[in-house]
């Protein structure tokens, strides 16, 4: 009988099949005798190395495997993932073609490139009459592959009962661990077959054992929602509150992974809802942190769960609702008593988290059940600074329609228009200028929101402010414009071209006498001094300055751009070249 082109395409494609490979896949016993006859190749091997006894072993044709050897076939021979034809007639569960395989001398103790034998991959397909086979012939069944796992950790994988006892009758070492330190009982618990974990534990299997992080497998239940093994495990008296290596026991692993039926259980049975891990942070944390830990946290707060319990860092279970968003949670949380101005070890409230992450709706519960809108933040900042620093305008305009004062500063004198301008959001920046902010503040170090805005590259902010009216000559302790941080920082030259196109002076000279050309040459901005080179904003600079500056003719800088730009390592040869075009003092060329 023919096959299909489906059932042929996971092997190989059909077009591509040499007669021989042809006959096998359709079936044919008297066509692969007729082709042998023909003197065809019975070790042709395709792309991927595979021969076409590789192909009689994968269809399980115990008839053409045998035509095959006997007319010369290597019996171990591998393809290109080193899998032998024993290994495909496992992976199919071909009993007939594994017991011809044998005969001919197949080798049981072959591996692929992940180091797996026969027997590992007859484990992982629930092969038992394969794995029977195969067996009487090992000398070992603890054979590990490349990620340390044993025959018997597959079988706990794949729970199948009847493949775990055969390997347990035959040897196979019940506390073997993996690479990471897992046994087979972590692997059955983890994938809930509870029935492998009876068979493990009536066999000795250590019901506490820990991998390398110290999961136990009610660690790996809990974290998978395997609520039958979970209680088994419980019911044998393992400890509850068996923390891990980073001190979370296995309710926080239910909460995280928002498993609501384990977490009833295990309140049920006693587990501390308020244990802490080595962060600080207990169940309830992770309930409110989790996408699906909605249910998880209503259960630990009906159950006497801290609603104000601090991790080690300050944050409360509502600071990490406005992490993540989680505004029903936070609604919930509020309702059970928590304090809604809590400070972090940051002085940030929840309202300062919520406006960093940009979470709206959890600024209006929170502004909604009494959150100060002006209670000061990390240096000093309020909500509003940190919503427009990230660039968040729909939180900025509910902070805006809760009256908060708009040009009050942070601990540096830095106002929200300056916080806008330095990340970068002109629609922020744009909804502060209409409110009223005042565009020419000046923070503690004298410098305007248009500083900041030259100093970070942020071309639309700029274009608004200056739009708006800004200074752009103005200077600040340092004796800087914004086109000096523009010289130093703007890699495009767009800032430091829209700052000359609007007369900013590029003569003006800082507290130490450099200019912006001494800054592009000292951070090697090559396109911020090819606008200087270029005639057209060269015409700009002549007509501000005149060629003295460029000539740097009264010399105040303690030295030139050219020497800048080599002390400061930037002197590739087109850098030279670009300096050199410049009039630099006589004693400069």
Not at 84 to 99: F, G, I, K, M, N
Not at 187 to 195: I, K, R
Not at 447 to 464: E, G, M
Not at 522 to 551: F, K, Q, W
């Amino acid at each position: 009988m023919e096959l299909s082109s489906k059932e042929v395409g996971p092997y190989i494609k059909r077009s591509t099949l040499p007669p021989l490979v042809q006959a096998i896949f359709n079936g044919d016993p008297d066509e692969v005798r007729a082709l042998i006859f023909k003197k065809e190749d019975v070790n042709f091997q395709d792309n991927e190395k595979r021969t076409p006894l590789h192909a009689a072993a994968y269809f399980g044709d115990a008839e053409i495997i045998e035509l095959l050897i006997l007319s010369g076939a290597r019996v171990n021979a591998k393809d290109s993932k080193w899998l032998s034809p024993l290994h495909r007639a496992v992976a199919t569960r071909s009993e007939d073609a594994v017991q011809v395989l044998l005969k001919h001398s197949a080798d049981v103790n072959a591996r692929d490139k992940n180091w797996q034998t026969p027997l590992h991959i007859a484990a992982t397909k629930k092969a038992v009459k394969c794995a029977e086979a195969l067996v009487p012939l090992l000398s070992n069944v603890n054979v590990s592959d490349r990620a340390g796992r044993t025959a018997l950790h597959y079988a706990a994988l794949s729970g199948q009962v009847q493949m775990v006892n055969l390997l347990l009758s035959r040897g196979a070492n019940i506390n073997a661990f993996d690479k990471k330190d897992r046994r087979a009982i972590h692997w059955a618990a983890y994938m809930g077959y509870v029935d492998v974990v009876k068979l493990l534990v009536a066999h000795g299997a250590e019901v506490t054992c820990k991998d390398k992080k110290s999961y136990t497998p009610l660690h790996a239940a809990a974290s998978a929602d395997m609520i039958n093994v979970v209680k088994y495990l419980l019911d044998l008296g393992v400890d509850i509150n068996e923390p891990n290596a980073y001190g979370n026991t296995p309710l926080h692993i239910a909460c995280f992974n928002g498993q609501d039926i384990v977490v009833n259980e295990l309140i049920d049975r006693g587990a501390n809802v308020n244990q802490m891990n080595r962060k600080g942070f207990t169940p309830l944390h992770f309930a409110a942190t989790s996408t699906h830990g909605a249910l998880c946290l209503e259960v630990l707060v009906c159950n006497g769960a801290d609603v104000n319990a601090k991790s080690n860092d300050g944050k409360t279970p509502l600071h990490m609702t406005a992490i993540h968003g989680r505004f029903s949670r936070s609604q919930t949380i509020i309702h059970n008593g928590a304090e809604i101005d809590s400070e972090d070890k940051n002085g940030n409230t929840p309202l300062h988290i919520a406006a960093r992450y940009g979470h709206e709706l959890l600024i209006n519960t929170l502004i909604t059940s009494g959150a100060d809108i002006a209670k000061r933040g990390i240096h000093g900042m309020f909500p509003l600074h940190l919503a427009a620093l990230s660039g968040f305008s729909d939180c900025c305009r509910k902070l805006l329609s809760s009256g908060f004062e708009i040009d009050t500063s942070d601990d540096f004198g830095r106002t929200c228009l300056h916080a806008a301008a330095a990340g970068g959001n002109v629609e922020c920046l744009n909804l502060l200028l209409n409110t009223g902010a005042d565009f020419n503040k000046k923070d503690k170090f004298g410098r305007t929101p248009l500083h900041y805005a030259a100093a970070n590259c942020n071309y639309k902010c700029l274009f608004a402010l200056v739009g708006s009216g800004a200074s752009v000559n103005d200077l600040d302790e340092r004796g800087c414009t914004p086109l000096h941080y523009a010289a130093a920082s703007d890699t495009d030259g767009k800032c430091l071209k829209y700052l000359l196109r609007n007369d900013a002076n590029p003569g003006i000279r800082d507290k130490q006498g450099y200019n912006a050309v001494h800054y592009a040459a000292a951070y090697g901005h090559r396109l911020c001094l090819e606008l200087i080179a270029n005639e057209t904003p060269l015409d700009v600079l002549m007509e501000t300055s005149g060629s003295d500056m460029l000539n740097d003719s009264d010399n105040r800088a303690p030295i030139s751009p050219l020497h800048l730009a080599v002390s400061t390592q930037y002197i590739q040869y087109s850098m030279y070249s670009l300096l050199q075009s410049l009039p630099l003092p006589q004693e400069c060329q």
